[in-house]
């Protein structure tokens, strides 16, 4: 199968001087803390035969252009969010034709970040004349200036895996190539500070207005450590983990 408020303070992780901010959340916000076995709650969501996949979870998406706004799950709207995060899978998908609208699959794609499928990579068991070894790295779509204004062609998304606070199920929220190294970033420098994981604190989410070099405005990530869980919680974030990544990581890129 698939798988009482008080005030403290944040800190980023990806800029180091920003400012002190504040939360009123807490970890035993977390539907989680109060669960006494959740490999056995995951394993009562499916019957035998059923499948689940990363689609049918709910989902966050970026702001659009020019907003700094999220559309979370429950139909409310907030420039920041906490969640616990799961898990970060770098991925890539590559489409051939410009975006028109459609929801279309990627012609190339690659759910672990290092073996392509499709056109780039291996198809119906045969690896494409351009890129013989069917690999991400060398694949003349990943290398800078294959895509417009000097970028890649393949984009190098990033999916995270969110446990928001009342939820029992991930929450899906897929980053665009300019948010991944915030978040290989804030990956490691949780590591440097003593946190062991991602999913072993509490993380803010928002965004920061920016512009690209063609003056489009567009939204950066923002991830700001709020707390480290405490251990009882973390024990039962590490059991759901063991159910939930093994699955996700194995899911097609859409």
Same mark, same amino acid.
């Given at each position: !199968? !698939?798988? /009482? /408020?008080?005030?403290?303070?944040?800190?980023? $992780?990806?800029?180091?001087?920003?400012?002190?901010?504040?939360?009123?959340?807490?970890?035993?916000?977390? &539907?989680?803390?109060?669960?006494?076995?959740?490999?056995?709650?995951?394993?009562?969501?499916?019957?035998?035969?059923?499948?689940?996949?990363?689609?049918?979870?709910?989902?966050?998406?970026?702001? /659009?252009?020019?907003?700094?706004?999220?559309?979370?799950?429950?139909?409310?709207?907030?420039?920041? !969010?906490?969640?616990?995060?799961?898990?970060?899978?770098?991925?890539?998908?590559?489409?051939? *034709?410009?975006?028109?609208?459609?929801?279309?699959?990627?012609?190339?794609?690659?759910?672990?970040? @290092?073996?392509?499928?499709? @056109?780039?990579?291996?198809?119906?068991?045969? +690896? /494409?004349?351009?890129?013989?070894?069917? @690999?991400?790295?060398?694949?003349?779509? *990943?290398?800078?200036?294959?895509?417009?204004?000097?970028?890649?062609?393949?984009?190098?998304?990033?999916?995270?895996?969110?446990?928001?606070?009342? +939820?029992?199920?991930?929450?899906?929220?897929?980053?665009?190539?300019?948010?991944?190294?915030?978040?290989?970033?804030?990956?490691?420098? @949780?590591? +440097?500070?003593?946190?062991?994981?991602?999913?072993?604190?509490?993380?803010?989410?928002?965004?920061? $207005?920016?512009?690209?070099?063609?003056?489009?405005?567009? &939204?950066?990530?923002?991830?700001?450590?709020?707390?480290?869980?405490?251990?009882?919680?973390?024990?039962?974030?590490?059991?759901?983990?063991?159910?939930?990544?093994?699955?996700?990581?194995?899911?097609?890129?859409?």
């Amino acid at each position: !199968f !698939f798988f /009482s /408020s008080r005030r403290r303070h944040t800190r980023s $992780l990806c800029d180091w001087s920003s400012d002190v901010c504040s939360s009123d959340l807490t970890t035993t916000n977390y &539907a989680i803390a109060d669960v006494d076995d959740p490999a056995e709650l995951l394993a009562g969501i499916l019957t035998p035969g059923e499948e689940f996949g990363v689609a049918d979870l709910p989902r966050i998406k970026m702001p /659009s252009a020019g907003s700094t706004t999220f559309e979370l799950p429950d139909g409310t709207v907030s420039k920041a !969010f906490e969640a616990i995060i799961l898990h970060r899978q770098p991925q890539r998908a590559f489409w051939a *034709a410009e975006f028109s609208g459609e929801n279309n699959p990627p012609d190339c794609s690659s759910r672990d970040n @290092l073996h392509g499928e499709g @056109l780039y990579g291996i198809q119906d068991g045969t +690896a /494409s004349a351009a890129n013989p070894t069917g @690999l991400c790295k060398g694949c003349p779509m *990943a290398a800078w200036g294959s895509g417009k204004d000097g970028g890649q062609a393949c984009r190098q998304l990033t999916q995270l895996f969110l446990l928001m606070p009342g +939820a029992l199920l991930p929450t899906r929220f897929t980053l665009p190539p300019s948010s991944y190294k915030v978040a290989q970033t804030y990956a490691l420098n @949780l590591v +440097a500070m003593g946190v062991r994981g991602l999913h072993r604190c509490t993380t803010r989410v928002s965004t920061v $207005l920016e512009k690209s070099a063609g003056g489009i405005s567009y &939204a950066r990530l923002s991830l700001e450590m709020v707390e480290p869980l405490p251990a009882d919680v973390a024990a039962k974030v590490d059991a759901y983990r063991q159910q939930i990544v093994p699955a996700v990581t194995g899911q097609p890129v859409e």
